[in-house]
């Protein structure tokens, strides 16, 4: 199973980016998918969150500016960024409950490779 993301690049304050996040591999179910951010010298948090039926939640900070999304069919997560500021410079991580059944259900938390997003002043 992998995750890979992609989308990342140089914007400037006040501009958008779209994130993308592929799920692939031999697995049955995606439950919930997350975007998360690691800037220099911080701890990595949570942006963005979306459960398999289509709930959502925010990190503060990005309320009203991303947007989250997924396409289950195409095990597909996206963040729309809008209006970025300099302080959502960071490389941004995928992340998902990815499950497998081999005679029992497994759920395990797969990352992705993480996408750098830089956002000038």
């Known amino acids: 199973v992998q995750l890979q993301a992609s989308g990342g690049g140089l914007v400037q304050a006040g501009g958008s980016l779209r994130l993308s996040c592929a799920a692939s591999?031999?697995?049955?179910?995606?439950?919930?998918m997350g975007w998360y951010r690691q800037a220099p010298g911080k701890r990595r948090e949570l942006v963005a969150a979306?459960?398999?039926?289509?709930?959502?939640n925010y990190a503060d900070s990005v309320k009203g500016r991303f947007t989250i999304s997924r396409d289950n069919a195409k095990r597909m997560a996206y963040l729309q960024m809008n209006s970025l500021k300099p302080e959502d410079t960071a490389v941004y991580y995928c992340?998902?409950?990815?499950?497998?059944?081999?005679?029992?259900?497994?759920?395990?938390?797969?990352w992705g490779q993480g996408t750098l997003v830089t956002v000038s002043s």
């Open positions: 979306i459960t398999s039926g289509g709930q959502t």
């Open positions: 591999g031999a697995f049955f179910s995606i439950n919930d």
């Open positions: 992340n998902a409950e990815i499950v497998i059944i081999i005679n029992a259900r497994y759920e395990y938390p797969y």
